[in-house]
């Protein structure tokens, strides 16, 4: 099996050599880069599986950098970075990072998390071809797209999964643990509230009015579910 392809953006010199040695250790194929243009310029030639990305470069922000990469690949994004406040990792997951982590780190930890990220699947466990057709949205797990009305909805990679996992089944009621089990694809080590970003995200992307969501509803003291209320037909599998 060819080694798994990770990029690491940090513009401290002793940090991203001491984590290439370390993953490349592990058996990872690593590349580095030192600022935001010289990642986007190696993101291209490299395509890698995982990016271990800083937030405060020199150039072009971590943020940015994110956004840029997720609107091209669906590619893991591990934010490695000293801003420790509950605003920057909410963020970070807004804009599609898959994990966060704060310096000073542990390199066991980080190898531990890059290594959990990347036995993830992108699109939920499941038939792959399966396009779900509702009365409002069409989701379709190959192409990574949700249509409402026809109309594009441009959701990060997480937030399709969220999504695709709870339309497969609609009505079904998922608690936030079992979400985090079944999207995250491991023990997700923080706060279970992560969950309600995302979820709060795709609200945005979605709907109208936020506060009256037609699509994925929350079930009080337990978690979440998807509906489509104008019908209560199953998906149509293409």
Same mark, same amino acid.
């Given at each position: 099996?060819?080694?798994?392809?990770?990029?690491?953006?940090?513009?401290?010199?002793?940090?991203?050599?001491?984590?290439?040695?370390?993953?490349?250790?592990?058996?990872?194929?690593?590349?580095?880069?030192?600022?935001g243009?010289?990642?986007?310029?190696?993101?291209?030639?490299?395509?890698?599986?995982?990016?271990?990305?800083?937030?405060? %470069?020199?150039?072009?922000?971590?943020?940015?950098?994110?956004?840029?990469?997720?609107?091209?690949?669906?590619?893991?994004?591990?934010?490695?970075?000293?801003?420790?406040?509950?605003?920057?990792?909410?963020?970070?997951?807004?804009?599609?990072?898959?994990?966060?982590l704060?310096?000073?780190?542990?390199?066991?930890?980080?190898?531990?998390?890059?290594?959990?990220? %990347?036995?993830?699947?992108?699109?939920?466990?499941?038939?792959?071809?399966?396009?779900?057709?509702?009365?409002?949205?069409?989701?379709?797990?190959?192409?990574?797209e949700?249509?409402?009305?026809?109309?594009?909805?441009?959701?990060?990679? %997480?937030?399709?999964?969220?999504?695709? %996992?709870?339309?497969?089944?609609?009505?079904?009621?998922?608690?936030?643990?079992?979400?985090?089990?079944?999207?995250?694809?491991?023990?997700?080590?923080?706060?279970?509230?992560?969950?309600?970003?995302?979820?709060?995200?795709?609200r945005?992307?979605?709907e109208?009015?936020?506060?009256e969501?037609?699509?994925?509803?929350?079930?009080?003291?337990?978690?979440?579910?998807?509906?489509?209320?104008?019908?209560?037909?199953?998906?149509?599998a293409?």
């Amino acid at each position: 099996m060819n080694a798994a392809k990770i990029l690491v953006v940090d513009d401290e010199l002793s940090i991203r050599t001491l984590v290439r040695r370390y993953l490349e250790r592990e058996g990872y194929q690593v590349e580095i880069a030192e600022n935001g243009e010289a990642a986007l310029r190696m993101f291209d030639a490299l395509s890698p599986d995982l990016v271990v990305l800083d937030l405060m %470069l020199p150039d072009i922000n971590g943020y940015e950098l994110c956004r840029r990469m997720q609107s091209r690949t669906s590619v893991y994004i591990l934010m490695l970075t000293a801003r420790s406040e509950e605003s920057d990792k909410i963020q970070g997951f807004a804009l599609g990072a898959d994990d966060y982590l704060t310096k000073p780190f542990s390199l066991k930890e980080l190898s531990a998390r890059v290594a959990a990220i %990347l036995k993830r699947q992108r699109t939920v466990n499941g038939a792959e071809d399966e396009i779900l057709r509702y009365s409002r949205i069409h989701i379709d797990p190959v192409r990574r797209e949700v249509r409402i009305a026809g109309d594009l909805a441009e959701l990060t990679a %997480l937030e399709f999964d969220l999504l695709y %996992l709870l339309a497969r089944i609609p009505g079904r009621v998922w608690r936030r643990s079992d979400l985090i089990r079944e999207v995250w694809g491991y023990d997700y080590v923080g706060d279970e509230r992560v969950v309600d970003v995302h979820i709060g995200q795709i609200r945005k992307k979605l709907e109208n009015d936020t506060s009256e969501p037609l699509f994925v509803k929350t079930v009080r003291g337990v978690g979440y579910k998807f509906e489509d209320v104008i019908t209560a037909e199953a998906p149509i599998a293409m």
